[in-house]
């Protein structure tokens, strides 16, 4: 199924693991403070998460685009939530960027052609 995959779902998981990695490099000033809190565990998560979606994409998982696709819409809803600070174009310039990848027309086709694959039964023998 990797084959078939479009460059651009390579480079969107690329983007992600990118992003991940950023992610991670965040976590580091926060682990020198004594008040963790819950802006740790937000960051966390959101770095598992995006790691998990560029991961299982870049290796061809029906289940990397749906983690894409709702990475993509966390971007946009952060974006709306901090409107008025500047980081709030980075934000949104990052979640349309996902979204616009996963969601053309080659990428749903793909996508539904790798969960066809990865809902069938698998013969024992």
Not at 19 to 42: C, E, H, K, M, N
Not at 59 to 83: C, D, H
Not at 106 to 125: I, T, Y
Request: proline share 5%; aromatic share 12%.
């Amino acid at each position: 199924m990797q084959g078939e995959q479009p460059w651009y779902l390579r480079l969107e998981a690329g983007l992600l693991l990118l992003l991940a990695a950023v992610q991670v490099i965040g976590l580091a000033p926060t682990l020198r403070s004594s008040d963790l809190g819950w802006w740790f565990t937000q960051l966390l998560a959101e770095s598992i998460g995006t790691g998990a979606a560029g991961w299982l994409l870049w290796r061809g998982n029906a289940w990397g685009f749906l983690l894409g696709v709702a990475s993509g819409v966390y971007w946009l809803w952060e974006a709306a939530r901090v409107l008025v600070a500047p980081v709030a174009s980075v934000y949104l310039v990052i979640g349309c960027v996902i979204l616009a990848g996963l969601l053309m027309p080659r990428s749903l086709k793909w996508f539904r052609s790798a969960w066809r694959a990865s809902s069938r039964p698998v013969a024992v023998p």
